[in-house]
């Protein structure tokens, strides 16, 4: 155990690569003081404009090179940083630096980016923490740029042999700056699997993790590593046996994925013939693609934060109807969940002022937000109405906790209904409203909300965070969030018992349900629908089509008994092993 060559983190994007590794030092430079005299100010402000004007010219080449390999939406990821360098209360701050205290342009933006950068590290929003990456972006690029230096200058670009790129923080623009066929894999020791460069890394089929613990102290530039995106890991310096086992994993993971491939139009039917539904969770509508040619049977968690993201406003009613009935119309006749937006932290739009809170993940978001500003709520409520009309569009509500909450989003829906009718608006008079089970609230009330919902759908993230009071990215607290602690395995069957006795469909939408081990959980405990990742959804269906129902459910019964998560685990992974190739632990 605990051998320093093995740095742990959180795999965000699969895959293992070898290779050696490449650090890059993108990180802030010093900047060295230089006197401004009053006469000098104008000169500086001009100074502070050209850089900026010319690190935007910089990020929109970035985002043209990166919605052309990897699509529009991932490249919208840079109007994070543009809309920055953009904010007027952060320039004004800037230029009064310079103006009041005759700072050179240089110190000044460094004194506000660092300031910046304190209060977002003490504000604990987990979307502010996530967005800290791309302020370090900005900040890099525009001292550099005022430093008289370019991108170019501050990164030697890599070889012919693809490396693995290490660096403290992997900012967006960093994931994009090379050229692909130059990088086989991205490590860093910021970051979360939310965290734009993430996403971005994913998007690109580049593995990588990030939180690595242990840092970047031992990891020699040029010295060979093997990267484990799927399991979070890097090897230094492995040895001729480790690089051997990586090459046999690597080589089963290519084996498994041709037998992927032969039943991907094949229904996930287990040995002994019972059916599970198997839907792709869309965040961002490049997945949708993805989604139809992994054989989803419809959407199973429509997310709709990715159309507010980076925007000045929030999107209007014929854009939001206009997407949903696009993804309709990609899957007629089979089920597309549109969950109402799970806004929070400063997950809002440029123009929206979020109050500030001390505790986000507690707080304004999610169903309160769009209950609190009916506006926001109809503005969807109609949409789904009238891309209805195209397809099965049902209506999901995250973060529920109280009937109440049900009951208000109901009266908004008819209220909607309404009044589309009354405008003549063509569009469905009712729709199938659900409600995400992702609190314990929600979990202890399950029986009431099967009774009140046209269906249920357990956001298993959001549950284990809440039910076991962890962070869900917190890197520190990795190991501690599991869903399968004790507590979240009652709390699962509980669920789904209290779906079936009104006879509702349950589903699991949340990343547990692409989970080996937990696929055989929640078919034993009788969930048969779930909704996964795109790029989840053949492992998924290739281990339904191994499992056998019936030992599924025993499994489940004894797992029910069991009072630790070592045990749970310790259950689940006899379970795998008896049922399907024990190999395949070590791939998924
Ligand atoms: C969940 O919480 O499990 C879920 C599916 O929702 P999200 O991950 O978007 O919070
Ligand atoms: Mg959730």
Redesign the pocket.
């Known amino acids: 155990m605990n051998d320093p060559r093995v740095l742990t983190g959180i795999g965000v994007s699969p895959g293992s690569v070898i290779g050696p590794a490449y650090i890059v030092q993108w990180g802030l430079p010093d900047v060295p003081h230089r006197a401004v005299t009053a006469e000098g100010v104008p000169g500086e402000l001009k100074r502070l404009r050209d850089a900026i004007a010319a690190v935007k010219d910089h990020l929109q080449e970035l985002k043209r090179r990166t919605a052309e390999v990897a699509g529009p939406s991932q490249a919208k990821i840079f109007d994070t940083q543009i809309l920055m360098l953009e904010d007027p209360e952060f320039l004004g701050a800037v230029e009064g630096l310079i103006e009041d205290n005759q700072l050179s342009a240089e110190r000044a933006f460094e004194y506000q980016t660092l300031e910046m950068r304190a209060l977002w590290e003490q504000s604990d929003s987990p979307t502010l923490r996530q967005r800290r990456a791309d302020l370090a972006g900005i900040g890099i690029r525009v001292l550099h740029r005022l430093l008289g230096r370019s991108v170019e200058d501050v990164l030697t670009r890599p070889g012919a042999t693809p490396v693995i790129v290490f660096t403290r923080e992997l900012t967006p623009g960093l994931t994009v700056e090379f050229d692909r066929e130059h990088v086989a894999g991205f490590a860093s020791v910021e970051g979360t699997r939310t965290s734009h460069a993430a996403i971005l890394a994913h998007g690109l089929g580049i593995p990588c993790v990030m939180g690595l613990v242990g840092g970047l102290d031992r990891v020699r530039q040029d010295g060979i590593v093997i990267l484990d995106g799927t399991r979070g890991t890097v090897i230094i310096d492995p040895t001729p046996q480790e690089i051997a086992d990586a090459e046999v994993v690597a080589d089963r993971r290519r084996r498994l994925e041709v037998e992927l491939e032969e039943v991907v139009d094949q229904p996930a039917i287990t040995v002994d013939g019972i059916r599970v539904s198997l839907r792709g969770?869309v965040d961002l509508p490049e997945e949708l693609d993805a989604a139809a040619t992994h054989g989803a049977e419809g959407v199973g968690?429509l997310?709709t934060?990715f159309l507010v993201l980076g925007r000045a406003e929030l999107p209007g009613e014929d854009e939001q109807a206009a997407y949903f009935q696009r993804v309709a119309q990609r899957f007629p006749g089979q089920p597309v969940v549109v969950?109402t937006y799970?806004l929070g932290g400063d997950k809002f739009p440029a123009a929206f002022r979020p109050p500030r809170e001390a505790n986000p993940f507690l707080g304004w978001r999610a169903i309160r937000v769009c209950l609190d500003e009916p506006d926001i709520f109809r503005t969807q409520a109609r949409a789904v109405l009238r891309a209805q009309i195209e397809g099965n569009v049902q209506l999901m509500l995250?973060l529920v906790t109280s009937l109440e909450e049900l009951y208000r989003a109901r009266e908004l829906i008819a209220e909607s209904s309404d009044a589309l009718r009354q405008e003549g608006v063509e569009a469905a008079q009712t729709v199938p409203v659900g409600v995400?089970i992702?609190t314990p609230a929600a979990a202890l009330l399950a029986e009431e909300f099967a009774r009140e919902s046209d269906f249920l759908?357990?956001?298993?993230?959001?549950?284990?965070?809440y039910t076991l009071a962890v962070d869900?990215g917190n890197a520190r607290l990795a190991d501690r969030f599991t869903p399968f602690h004790p507590a979240v395995v009652r709390s699962l069957q509980q669920i789904v018992d209290a779906g079936r006795a009104a006879g509702l469909e349950v589903s699991v939408?949340?990343?547990?349900a692409s989970d080996v081990r937990a696929v055989l959980l929640l078919l034993g405990m009788g969930y048969r629908v779930l909704s996964v990742s795109p790029p989840r959804l053949p492992l998924v269906r290739w281990l339904l089509r191994r499992l056998d129902h019936g030992a599924a459910e025993s499994v489940a019964a004894e797992v029910s008994k069991a009072s630790t998560t070592g045990r749970v685990i310790e259950l689940l992974r006899e379970g795998i092993a008896d049922l399907v190739d024990a190999d395949l632990l070590s791939l998924a």
Not at 457 to 465: A, E, I, K, P, R
């Open positions: 969770n968690l997310r934060e969950r799970d995250p995400m992702e759908s357990v956001g298993t993230n959001d549950l284990t965070q869900r939408c949340g990343e547990m």
